[in-house]
Nanobody, 127 residues
Framework: QVRLVEAGGGLVQAGGSLRLSCAGSGIIFSSFAMGWFRQAPGKEREFVAGISRRGGLTNYVDSVKGRFTISRDNAKNTVLLQMNSLKPEDTATYYC????????????????????WGKGTLVTVSS
């Protein structure tokens, strides 16, 4: 059974930091590109950050560039999202996704790219 389990969400003041983690099981983790997405109340789920299978390539939505960093540790089947300088508009439920691809250079950027999803972790940034 495939499982992606997010952790690390919570309440933080604007300007603060959080680190999200996503632990994968039931899949060959290194065969999947990974992505973080988020969904704010009343909005569609949107792409935040993606990383290739071995971690050499990353991509970010413009609104988080320079503030968020995605990384992965294939030995631990884990992908991380370091979030700094948080803003109230970052408030959302954050989801981890896994996207299978035969290409080592592939980085997911769309909801439809993902093969598996976690259940999400809530991040609330107060002003």
């Amino acid at each position: 059974q495939v499982r992606l389990v997010e952790a690390g969400g919570g309440l933080v003041q604007a300007g603060g930091s959080l680190r999200l983690s996503c632990a994968g099981s039931g899949i060959i983790f290194s065969s999947f590109a990974m992505g973080w997405f988020r969904q704010a109340p009343g909005k569609e789920r949107e792409f935040v950050a993606g990383i290739s299978r071995r971690g050499g390539l990353t991509n970010y939505v413009d609104s988080v560039k320079g503030r968020f960093t995605i990384s992965r540790d294939n030995a631990k089947n884990t992908v991380l999202l370091q979030m700094n300088s948080l803003k109230p508009e970052d408030t959302a439920t954050y989801y981890c996704g896994a996207a299978w691809s035969a290409l080592a250079s592939y980085v997911p950027v769309k909801n439809d790219d993902m093969t598996y999803w976690g259940k999400g972790t809530l991040v609330t940034v107060s002003s």
